[in-house]
């Protein structure tokens, strides 16, 4: 099972009198990771390199330090603590002693693996869309059955009736759809 974070996670650290910012949180898409990436990174920093991974999809940058010494190490931190659509920005500001290439690479990979060890995790859970249409006579069982369960779902009125849509956790959907066919005694039409 994979884990995500559960809240943003800042964690500074100062290593040979440079300044390592890391700033951790979940992202639920690439745009996500992207507009997190633009929204925390310090311009007026020497460095900002990130990586982030959502599934199958990861991609790091180095942001001008030698190559493989910033944004494979923050990815590799993510991985290695099996954590799944999370973005990780580090920001460096340059204190006057250079680190070289392992140095670089330990700073970096050591600072974004502590933030995400000390984050709050949980699991990821898959959501599976469902979709159905009702009669206007079973609507209100259906609201009485997604009241029970703690669901929103979205609502379109059509001429033969309402139309439902909402996320389910994947485990949570046979359970679901039978509960919906025994309160509408059939009545509905899935989608």
């Known amino acids: 099972m994979s884990f995500?974070?559960?809240a943003l996670v800042v964690l500074e650290e100062t290593i040979q009198k440079s300044r390592f910012i890391?700033?951790?949180?979940?992202?639920?898409?690439?745009?996500?990771?992207?507009?997190?990436?633009?929204?925390?990174?310090?311009?007026e920093a020497?460095?900002?390199?990130?990586?982030?991974?959502?599934?199958?999809?990861?991609?790091f940058s180095d942001d001008?330090?030698?190559p493989g010494t910033a944004g494979r190490p923050i990815l590799h931190a993510i991985e290695a603590q099996g954590?799944?659509?999370?973005?990780v920005l580090v920001v460096r500001y340059f204190g006057g002693v250079k680190l070289g290439a392992g140095g670089l690479a330990r700073a970096y990979g050591g600072v974004a693996a502590e933030a995400l060890r000390r984050a709050p995790k949980v699991p990821l859970v898959?959501?599976?869309?469902?979709?159905?249409?009702?009669p206007f006579a079973?609507?209100?069982?259906?609201?009485?059955?997604?009241?029970?369960?703690?669901?929103?779902?979205?609502e379109s009125y059509t001429p033969e009736g309402v139309r439902f849509a909402l996320l389910l956790p994947e485990t949570e959907r046979e359970g679901f759809l039978k509960?919906?066919?025994?309160?509408?005694?059939?009545?509905?039409?899935?989608?």
């Open 4 to 6: 995500t974070l559960a």
């Open 22 to 43: 890391a700033k951790a949180a979940s992202v639920a898409s690439e745009e996500e990771a992207l507009e997190f990436l633009k929204a925390h990174r310090e311009p």
């Open 46 to 59: 020497t460095h900002n390199p990130y990586a982030y991974k959502i599934g199958p999809l990861y991609r």
């Open 64 to 66: 001008g330090e030698p």
């Open 83 to 87: 954590l799944d659509r999370v973005a």
């Open 126 to 134: 898959e959501r599976v869309a469902v979709a159905f249409l009702v």
């Open 138 to 154: 079973e609507v209100g069982r259906v609201y009485a059955l997604l009241q029970a369960r703690a669901l929103e779902a979205e």
């Open 179 to 191: 509960a919906l066919l025994d309160a509408t005694r059939g009545q509905v039409a899935l989608e």
